[in-house]
């Protein structure tokens, strides 16, 4: 993998940029295809822009999409197919460019497969622009994150949960059978194909019984985006992965990740979807683990045992999660406290198909890994099939 990516890297941008072009290049205006004048990345490594102005000779940059700690995605217009891409312009520090790297070696691997078409984000080519590596994508609609934050984190229709559920964990399967962990799995992370929505009657405002509306989706079409930290199963393997709030048991234990992390995290997202909240909204580890005992039990006694060095300090005469006596103020008490236990939050949201929702969840969130549902076992489950 390594030689593959050192070639690639080679490669130049059709602007011949990499270093600074010559004085004369600096002062041509950016018209037509010609690139804007040379500006340093600002102190964080990102690519400086104006908007309209080019992208190399083949891109014109019309918006800023979004912005992550990888660097920004800016909407382009290609003037050679006449179409709308997305291009995530990575930040010019080297460890951020080698996921970048990475990132285009899964997206290759994944494209092998005419299946991908439709699970993830279609990669279009990327190249090498004045130190950052850029990766043109197809442009797709907003995640559903982005969604939930629309509508002021109202939660999705059970039905519609079912969908992305499905399509989620059939691109996961895919990964899979490719040796591929995600480690990333977050609502952040899937895209709706079209940005289309419609307006439906909410809830009634009580103060002044105004009729509240919220946003659905035209299409439960989703794409999974963002593999710069996927692992592949033979290689080494980081101790920490996945975004706090999605992160199995086994990672923060220290007992070492595989495929099933994916799992956990599909589970997590699946609450969330059908709350609208995301289930374990904690920074710290201790009460990540409290967290996790007062929605799904106690963590068995095997995984405590087994626990790093670094990890037996959340546990008493290591067997115990060493809670509350540890916690950091009275506000994270009563953060746990405020838990529910995974099946009454499920009754409180999926009325007619609780039963069968928490079923799919407590296989999702088992905290052995292990005893984790596959990505085939949990699309076999009767929640989706379970249509009425």
């Known amino acids: 993998m390594e030689s593959s990516r050192s070639r690639k890297r080679a490669r130049q941008d059709w602007d011949g940029a990499g270093a600074p072009p010559p004085p004369a290049e600096r002062a041509v205006v950016a018209r037509g295809g010609a690139s804007p004048p040379w500006r340093d990345d600002d102190r ?11 992208l190399n000779r083949r891109y014109k940059i019309l918006s800023k999409m979004g912005e992550g700690t990888f660097g920004r995605v800016l909407e382009c217009w290609d003037r050679e197919t006449h179409e709308y891409v997305a291009i995530k312009v990575v930040r010019s520090i080297r460890k951020y460019r080698d996921a970048a790297m ?10 092998e497969n005419e299946r991908y078409r439709s699970l993830c984000v279609q990669i279009q080519g990327w190249f090498d622009y004045r130190n950052h590596i850029c990766i043109v994508f197809e442009k797709l609609g907003p995640s559903l994150y982005d969604f939930l934050k629309r509508n002021r984190y109202q939660p999705f229709p059970v039905e519609l949960v079912r969908e992305f559920g499905r399509q989620l964990l059939e691109s996961v399967a895919y990964m899979h059978e490719l040796r591929l962990i995600h480690t990333d799995l977050k609502p952040e992370n ?7 929505y419609i307006r439906v009657p909410g809830s009634k405002k009580n103060s002044q019984d105004e009729m509240h509306f919220k946003c659905l989706p035209k299409s439960s079409a989703i794409k999974l985006i963002d593999f710069g930290s996927t692992a592949f199963d033979n290689q080494e393997h980081s101790s920490i992965v996945s975004t706090r709030h999605y992160r199995a048991p086994e990672i923060i234990l220290g007992l070492g990740w595989s495929f099933p992390c994916d799992l956990w995290s599909v589970g997590c997202i699946l609450v969330e979807l059908c709350s ?3 289930l374990f909204q904690t920074h710290e ?5 409290a967290m996790m005992e007062r929605v799904l039990g106690p963590l068995p ?3 405590i045992r087994k626990a790093s060095s670094s990890a ?4 008493r005469r290591g067997v115990r999660l060493n809670w509350p006596e540890g916690a950091v103020s009275r506000e994270s008490i009563r953060a746990v406290k405020k838990l529910d236990r995974l099946k009454d939050l499920v009754a409180r949201k999926a009325d007619h198909s609780r039963a069968v929702l928490a079923d799919l969840l407590y296989g999702l969130l088992k905290f052995e890994p292990s005893e984790r549902l596959t ?3 949990a699309l076999d489950h009767p929640f989706f099939r379970n249509t009425t």
Request: glycine share 6%.
């Open 44 to 54: 964080d490594g990102h690519y400086v822009f104006d908007l309209g102005e080019n």
């Open 102 to 111: 990475i990132e285009i070696d899964v997206l290759n691997r994944l494209a």
């Open 190 to 196: 899937i895209l709706l194909v079209s940005s289309e």
């Open 276 to 278: 609208g909240e995301a």
């Open 285 to 289: 580890n201790l009460e990540h683990l």
């Open 301 to 303: 006694e095997h995984m």
């Open 312 to 315: 037996q300090k959340y546990f």
């Open 375 to 377: 990505a085939q076992e």
